[in-house]
């Protein structure tokens, strides 16, 4: 079965740094940009991060911008989240898709299943 299969994700102190991970399993993931997204309690999704298949060019939030680094292993067939300096304001479930070429518009292809990030003393 084809799917993204996300790993990673956690508690957390403010400060701290996480890596959160979206494997792709039953398909090949360099033929697709992938986003990831975010929605926190009571609050809409959030587009965070993406990163193109071709170019690899990236994007982020302004909210997240300096802090996140996506990245890309095509021989692993994953992308990768990695979250550092964390605030409280990063809680939220994350997910990650398979969005379109340089915007968070999701395809509808493949969902990450979601991973909570908890940042909190």
């Known amino acids: 079965q084809a799917q993204l299969v996300q790993t990673g994700g956690g508690l957390v102190q403010p400060g701290g740094s996480l890596t959160l991970s979206c494997a792709a399993s039953?398909?090949?993931?360099?033929?697709?940009?992938i986003g990831w997204f975010r929605q926190a309690p009571g609050k809409g999704r959030e587009g965070v991060s993406w990163?193109?298949?071709?170019?690899?060019?990236?994007y982020y939030a302004n909210s997240v911008k300096g802090r996140f680094t996506i990245s890309r292993d095509r021989a692993k067939n994953a992308v990768y989240l990695q979250m550092n300096i964390l605030k409280p304001e990063d809680t939220a479930i994350y997910y990650c898709?398979?969005?379109?070429?340089?915007?968070?518009?999701?395809?509808?292809?493949?969902w990450g299943q979601g991973t909570q990030v908890t940042v909190s003393a």
């Open positions: 898709a398979t969005v379109f070429e340089g915007r968070f518009e999701p395809t509808g292809d493949y």
């Open positions: 990163i193109n298949s071709g170019d690899n060019h990236e």
């Open positions: 039953g398909f090949g993931l360099d033929y697709y940009a």
